[in-house]
């Protein structure tokens, strides 16, 4: 008896961009990528540690060549990194365009954040919760015979008071400290140079949270001018803040 080939076919059926969330916001389309997926996270093997209801993520040279930049769940959660970026640095932005070395108009794209991802000079720390999206997030840039430059911490904007940034920075400084290399500098700009707000986390309480931290405020003309010619302002812009190590 002949069978039919037709009867034989298995149907195979794959998943459309509609069933994981088409347009809808970032955290509902990670939700669905989640509930369709049971191998293992494609994030899984950045987690550095679990902090009771978050993960602390760590991408360095030593695995941003495991990226699969391909990969569904890792461009949404770019995504949601360019998001708090945008955000978080709207203002450095617009005084970079003012000063014309931003060109008018000019956006932060995911680019910048797989740029920083892909470099090996830059570690990236991301705090993220249980779902490995994304709430907060640091670059430390790695020079030589110089202090390797911490870059503001980024944070989502509707999770700001949980203290995430502070998370951050711990566990990133604590991680930097274990490489045994050069101290952190940082550099925070003063308000009336980039427009901060009374609603703005102004510099005075930025500057707080990172003497908290450890960071001690650094007078320029105490520095290399190797270290001053680095800084991203030689007009008095910015407050600079290290930390010894």
């Not at 949270?209 to 105490?222: A, C, I, S, T």
Request: aromatic share 10%.
């Amino acid at each position: 008896m002949k069978l039919s080939r037709k009867n034989n076919k298995v149907k195979r059926y794959r998943k459309t961009k509609k069933q994981f969330g088409g347009n809808s916001p970032l955290v509902e389309r990670i939700a669905k990528i989640n509930k369709y997926t049971s191998v293992e996270h494609a994030l899984s093997k950045f987690i550095k540690k679990k902090l009771v209801d978050k993960y602390l993520l760590v991408i360095n040279s030593g695995n941003n060549n495991m990226i699969n930049f391909d990969n569904i769940y890792i461009n949404c959660f770019i995504e949601k990194m360019l998001e708090i970026l945008r955000f978080s640095f709207d203002r450095e932005k617009n005084h970079h365009i003012s000063l014309g070395n931003y060109s008018e108009g000019y956006e932060y794209s995911t680019s910048n954040i797989i740029y920083n991802l892909q470099n090996s000079k830059y570690i990236t720390v991301i705090l993220t919760d249980l779902e490995l999206v994304p709430i907060s997030f640091l670059y430390i840039e790695m020079l030589s015979d110089d202090y390797d430059k911490m870059w503001t911490v980024c944070s989502d904007k509707n999770r700001r008071g949980e203290g995430n940034s502070s998370i951050v920075v711990d566990n990133a400084i604590k991680e930097h400290k274990k490489s045994k290399r050069n101290g952190l500098l940082l550099e925070v700009y003063n308000d009336d140079v980039i427009g901060r707000k009374d609603n703005d986390p102004l510099q005075e309480h930025i500057v707080k949270h990172f003497l908290n931290q450890g960071f001690k405020v650094k007078n320029r003309n105490e520095l290399k001018e190797y270290t001053r010619n680095n800084l991203l302002s030689q007009k008095e812009e910015t407050k600079v803040m290290v930390m010894d190590f």
